[in-house]
């Protein structure tokens, strides 16, 4: 799962790492009862998982360097409304509630190599194909992503899988 303000991403990957399928599934990020929605979509979603045998995975997104610093007035705006410490501990809770397995990946460049090898081939928006690379590195796969100003570096972004 890749979360965004004001939705899931949601990618489905087969044990070999193919792409099954990926939807969004939004919940209002900015009602008087956010976190109740977001409670209650990641309990649909665990609610799926759990009755088809599946297991979650999810980013490990550390805000408090991007949080520290001025990124403009609506970047801020963002940043700080970003219900990621909720939304963790959420699935953890949910997780051990339902014995679904929960997989925490690094967020190592999810969305640019979901962008630049995913996207277009799989016909799916760039926060689906992110959710795709954090089921994968789930699984154990290996992404390769060669930055744009150092194309002949090539760096491994199957960074740091917690189960």
Known sequence: MDINAGFLAVALANENGNYVFSEDIY??????????ALHQTLAA???IAESEGWS??????????KKSRNHGKKLNHILHDFPYIKYRSYNERKASRSGVPLHIVSAFYTSRI???????????STHQAAAFVIARR?????????????KSKRMNAN?????
């Open 27 to 36: 919940y209002d990020q900015y009602s008087a009862d956010a976190d109740t």
């Open 138 to 150: 789930a699984l154990g796969f290996t992404e390769w992503y060669e930055p744009e100003k150092s």
């Open 114 to 124: 979901g962008k630049e090898k995913y996207q277009n081939k799989l016909q799916t």
């Open 45 to 47: 979603v665990y609610k």
């Open 56 to 65: 979650v995975a999810i980013e490990d997104i550390s805000l408090r360097k």
């Open 159 to 163: 960074i740091g899988i917690r189960s």
